[in-house]
């Protein structure tokens, strides 16, 4: 998969999507920084990349604004990597296929994906520890 990380993304996250295969660009790679929020959604777009932020604004651009740049809202309380990193193979295993027209919201227990303006569906992902255990 292809993912474009926000500059609040942490490299250790890059360096893992790196390591496990994926093609990984940094926002602020590819723009003189700090590219607004508009601008990073283009950037991810052009390329066909899924954005991967911990910026909640790219909520209200996606679902308030109508724009369809697939997201990923990375909202870890911990600060403990290998958690970040089970949850983040959890979801590409099981649920790669959907990405490209979803904004999902990834936490150490659940994912939510929520389908893109012009998809169908929201749900809760399968496959994460259940929080209340």
Do not use: Y
């Not at 609040?8 to 994926?22: M, P, S, Y």
């Not at 909640?56 to 996606?62: A, I």
């Not at 697939?70 to 979801?91: G, I, V, Y």
């Amino acid at each position: 998969m292809r993912f474009l990380l926000d500059e609040n993304v942490e490299r250790r996250i890059a360096e893992h999507l790196e390591a496990t295969g994926h093609d990984v660009a940094q926002a602020t790679s590819v723009g003189p920084a700090p590219l607004s929020d508009h601008e990073v959604v283009r950037t991810a777009l052009r390329p066909g990349r899924i954005l991967v932020t911990r910026n909640r604004d790219f909520g209200q651009l996606v679902f308030e604004l109508g724009d369809t740049c697939p997201t990923m809202l990375l909202r870890f309380k911990t600060n403990e990597p290998r958690r970040w990193f089970t949850a983040l193979d959890t979801l590409l295993n099981d649920h790669a296929e959907e990405l490209d027209c979803s904004f999902v919201t990834l936490t150490e227990q659940v994912a939510r994906i929520r389908s893109l303006p012009g998809s169908q569906g929201s749900w809760a992902a399968p496959g994460f520890d259940d929080p209340s255990s």
